[in-house]
């Protein structure tokens, strides 16, 4: 079955430094790479969208890259900063059916000042 | 424009009750989309309504049923509650079906004791 999975440890960096999250999946080749920021008793808010014939997308501080090979994708916020601070998550289509999202528990990000 | 609304934030039922919970979607939104998401599962999908029929399905039991309304609101319900149903509820809208862009609801926080 898919599975999808995120760094389950919390990441700290310093604040101006780089994040990168990490995004691997199982089983199957996605169309598409959602990536999703939560904070606490709160939604999720839509971040990027990355699509399967697309190595790398950018918006503002923010990079996806999508390597279907490794079946991997990688999160970047550079020049972090303390509201950065958050669970980031990301989410790719069901193999049966790309309207329905499977997601990955989440990694949580703390960007010290 | 308002954001997704859900009603209400917090509940708190016991075994065996039932439950109704309420999304409003953004305006001009006609597709919305409800998740459970539990700290050991993340989130996972229950079901997607676009124009008042429900389109796509999660794997969850019949007791877990929801509908959508003609201005495009939704609500969910929850019938023979079981301490295992606690968790954030939370609905997503979207402009049209096959618009993978999600805007989330803050969620309902449901316990059930």
């Known amino acids: 079955s898919q599975k999808i999975e995120q760094n389950s440890e919390a990441l700290n960096i310093q604040e101006g430094k780089t994040a990168t999250l990490t995004c691997n999946y199982t089983n199957y080749s996605p169309a598409y790479l959602q990536w999703y920021r939560q904070d606490p008793g709160r939604g999720p808010v839509f971040l990027l969208l990355?699509?399967?014939n697309e190595k790398e997308k950018r918006k503002e501080r923010l990079k996806v890259t999508f390597d279907t090979t490794l079946k991997q994708s990688l999160f970047h916020i550079t020049a972090s900063q303390p509201a950065d601070s958050a669970t980031y998550l990301c989410a790719l289509p069901n193999a049966g059916n790309n309207r329905k999202l499977i997601w990955g528990l989440g990694t949580s990000l703390a960007v010290n000042p | 424009k308002a954001g997704v609304t859900q009603t209400p934030r917090y509940l708190i039922k016991t075994r065996g009750q039932q439950v109704t919970l309420s999304c409003s979607p953004i305006?001009?939104?006609?597709?919305v989309s409800w998740y459970q998401q539990t700290p050991g599962q993340g989130l996972q999908f229950l079901f997607e309504?676009?124009?008042?029929?429900?389109?796509n399905k999660g794997n969850f039991p019949g007791r877990f049923s929801g509908r959508q309304f003609s201005n495009s609101r939704s609500e969910m319900n929850v019938s023979t509650l079981e301490l295992g149903d606690s968790a954030l509820y939370l609905c997503a809208s979207s402009s049209r079906p096959d618009s993978y862009e999600q805007y989330f609801g803050p969620g309902t926080r449901l316990t059930v004791t």
């Open positions: 990355i699509r399967e």
């Open positions: 309504y676009f124009s008042e029929t429900q389109r």
């Open positions: 305006s001009g939104h006609r597709s």
